[in-house]
């Protein structure tokens, strides 16, 4: 087992200077806590920069010694990496557009060109210290590039990436210049974690559309890896709250405060400054409750924290003029001598003044209009130990999705959101203490201790899950003993799928007709051995490609077949089919080819199959899924099998099948050498029905009674090459 090595832009400390001297302190944030438990072990480690700009190389020097006490490790950035590639690309580029603030996105070259240098720069400060069979774990949208910048330089490492922000739909996705080589860039990585499961189905919907890649149940292959991609929902140091709500330390500061602030309903509000948190939506809200119920004045007040961040960038500076002005208008207007309505700070606060707030505060507002997660709203919660309060959350926190016993709202809605304040501040106590219970209930279960748990063991089943696929891999020393025994066989068969399997998959099936080459090895082939191609497609097609090769010829999935090598030039029909059921399903097919532009039906013997490989990405298989719940009873009632293919659903009768046919054909006859090669679901017959010491062999990497996998068509024409 390796070590792991943990990887973000901003390393879990904060620096400062003293008497010119670096100093730091360890943040206690829930991610540092959580992960505490990782990196601190063995030869752990964490990567990343630590947050300022350091020109000296002595400084630099010790900073690095330093931080390696504490088993991290810096990446320094250059001013120009900080205003490009921190500023820049991560949060004038990247950031706006993953929240969804499309107007705010600044595309610019420099930004990209500089965000390239720094995943880079990263990269090579992990290779410095890792092993190859180590586990790295990539930290959110700052690094989108580096999974498969490390995944290129350590192909066996275990490779995994958490974005702690939002992953938008794939309409913003497509707007940046750079969407192909970001997406790519996350694919780098074994597993894929998020927030919600709302981001991860855009990840996959983008992955699908940008890179091609389909999914089933969040798994992916890219090229011969097996990719997960899953929600796993943050959680905080549950314990680390409560108890601190607690203390006596915590105790003392709210009685101070409480004593300040007189007989007061309170609300808290914390956040970073950022225009995601909606923090001049709120502020227009709270004044439109004090102009509303005016009975409220001198019993409500707002504690607003914003605590400074990235104020550098232009959006962000003006954002705090915007705050500053409202909160200078309301309290202008509203106070008295001895009630200011919003107690307002910019600045941090030490973690036992934080809990107090958290403590003592009657409501918490957390009304981002976008946010990845939101811990504040579940600090609050966990440090409610007397379970009176009220949560209002936005609906688009990554939270909301696990909080609905909080009041919910959409953060647009100003009105919704002041009535919201309104409820809450009426709310029955019992209500109150029933839905704080269960929210705690929740966050207490889903611990970020349970967090890091969760997705460790994830990534262990995924990597399982690869080498399995691995053992089956048909490799070189299999080739070659596979070879010998063929040179060796007296009587061998071939059974050999054609689309998939022999040549690519086309869009228009008709394209996918054999080349000289192909026909050239069929022959080839032919005449050491017997060779049945082994297809779905329609015998009339097939006879026609294959005319003057001499194979025997399956067609329609065993409905015909054609045995050249005994001489038979024309078609014997395997058993009698009735088909008097098609009328009915081709009556719904067609409604559904005048619903779907791109759609069409293929009527073969013994079956009819809708197609959608050219319907418009998702539109197909939404129309696929619906004609599927549409003939399922339907199909029942006439004994069909209704089969979900690649791009296609195809509806047949169950007793015909490839494994059924091959079967057939070797009924009687003595073979010593037996190979199967197949692509899809309707070659699993075939496998199934091969004797014990048959090689069976599926295109692509997914799951298979075959004993082998191979990658490509074009490894198949290679590998039989090899048998001639
Ligand atoms: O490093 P900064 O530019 O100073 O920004 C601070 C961090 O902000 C973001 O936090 C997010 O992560 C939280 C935990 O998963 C989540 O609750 C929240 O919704 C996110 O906004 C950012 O993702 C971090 O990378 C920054 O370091
Ligand atoms: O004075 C403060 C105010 C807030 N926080 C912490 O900042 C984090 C904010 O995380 P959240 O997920 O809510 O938003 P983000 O800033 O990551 O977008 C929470 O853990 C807070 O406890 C802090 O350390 N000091
Ligand atoms: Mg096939």
Not at 408 to 428: G, H, K, Q, R
Request: aromatic content about 12%; proline content about 4%.
């Amino acid at each position: 087992m390796g070590k792991t090595i943990i990887v973000s832009n901003r390393l879990p400390i904060s620096l400062d200077y003293k008497d010119g001297k670096p100093d730091f302190k360890t943040s206690a944030g829930g991610l540092a806590t959580g992960l505490g438990s990782i990196f601190k072990e063995a030869n752990n480690i964490w990567i990343g920069w630590p947050g300022n700009y350091v020109e000296d190389p002595e400084v630099r020097a010790e900073i690095y010694l330093e931080l390696h006490e504490h088993k991290m490790s810096p990446v320094f950035l250059t001013q120009a990496d900080i205003e490009d590639f921190y500023e820049g690309f991560s949060n004038e580029t990247l950031w706006p557009a993953f929240h969804y603030f499309t107007q705010h996105i600044i595309y610019e070259k420099r930004f990209w060109e500089a965000y390239v240098r720094v995943n880079v720069k990263f990269c090579e400060a992990i290779l410095k210290k890792a092993d190859p069979d180590d586990t790295i774990w990539v930290h959110d949208y700052q690094l989108l590039l580096l999974p498969q910048m490390l995944r290129e330089k350590l192909p066996n490492a275990t490779i995994a990436f958490f974005q702690h922000i939002p992953f938008p739909s794939y309409e913003i996705i497509r707007m940046l210049p750079w969407r192909k080589a970001i997406l790519e860039g996350m694919c780098g990585a074994d597993l894929i974690g998020f927030h919600t499961y709302d981001d991860m189905r855009h990840f996959l919907s983008s992955a699908g559309r940008i890179l091609g890649l389909s999914n089933e149940s969040g798994y992916m292959q890219a090229d011969s890896r097996l990719i997960n991609v899953d929600a796993f929902p943050m959680g905080i140091d549950y314990e680390k709250f409560e108890s601190a709500a607690n203390s006596t330390k915590t105790q003392n500061y709210v009685t101070k405060f409480k004593k300040l602030l007189g007989d007061q309903k309170l609300l808290l509000s914390i956040d970073r400054l950022d225009y995601s948190k909606g923090i001049p939506q709120r502020l227009r809200a709270f004044d439109e409750l004090l102009k509303t119920y005016p009975h409220y004045h001198n019993k409500v007040s707002l504690i607003m924290i914003v605590v400074p961040s990235r104020d550098t960038v232009k959006k962000y500076k003006e954002l705090k003029e915007e705050i500053d002005t409202l909160v200078g208008r309301i309290n202008s207007a509203y106070s008295t001598l001895n009630w200011v309505p919003v107690h307002y700070f910019y600045r941090a606060f030490p973690f036992a003044e934080l809990s107090a707030f958290y403590h003592m505060s009657d409501i918490a507002l957390v009304t981002p209009l976008r946010d990845g997660m939101n811990l504040v709203c579940k600090e609050f919660v966990a440090s409610k130990t007397d379970k009176m309060g009220v949560l209002i959350l936005s609906e688009m926190a990554g939270a909301s999705k696990e909080l609905q016993d909080a009041v919910l709202v959409n953060p647009n809605d100003l009105d919704a959101v002041t009535t919201a304040i309104y409820e809450a501040l009426n709310m029955d106590e019992e209500i109150q203490s029933a839905r704080m219970t269960a929210m705690q209930e929740t966050i207490k279960r889903y611990d970020i201790f349970q967090w890091v748990k969760v997705f460790m063991d994830r990534l262990k089943i995924v990597k399982e899950k690869q080498a399995e696929f691995q053992s089956k891999e048909m490799d070189e020393e299999t080739i070659a003993e596979m070879e010998s025994y063929f040179q060796k066989a007296k009587k061998p068969v071939l059974f050999l799928d054609y689309d998939g399997t022999l040549s690519e998959f086309k869009n228009k099936p008709e394209d996918a007709f054999p080349d000289e080459h192909l026909l050239t090895l069929l022959a080839g082939l032919a005449k050491k051995s017997r060779v049945v191609l082994i297809s779905g497609r329609d015998r009339k097609t097939l006879e026609e490609w294959f005319e003057g090769v001499q194979v025997d010829i399956i067609a329609e999935h065993g409905v015909w077949v054609m045995e050249k090598s005994k001489g038979k030039n024309e078609w014997t029909a395997f058993t009698e089919v009735d088909n008097s059921w098609k009328e009915d399903i081709r009556q719904v097919m067609d409604y559904y080819v005048q619903r779907t532009p791109g759609a069409f039906i293929e009527e073969k013997h013994h079956s009819l199959v809708w197609h959608y490989r050219k319907v418009e990405s998702g539109l197909g298989d939404l129309r696929m899924r619906e004609l599927f719940s549409h003939v399922k009873y339907m199909a029942r009632g006439h004994n069909l099998q209704v089969l979900e293919g690649n791009m296609v659903l195809e509806i047949k009768r169950p007793d015909i099948n490839k494994g059924r046919a091959a079967t057939s054909l070797m009924k009687g006859q003595k073979y010593d050498f037996i190979l199967a090669i197949g692509d899809d679901w309707t070659d699993e017959d075939t496998f199934k029905a091969m004797p014990d010491n048959a090689y069976t062999i599926r295109v692509g990497y997914n799951y298979t009674k075959a004993n082998y996998n191979i990658k490509s068509p074009k490894n198949v024409r290679l590998l039989l090459q090899k048998l001639i």
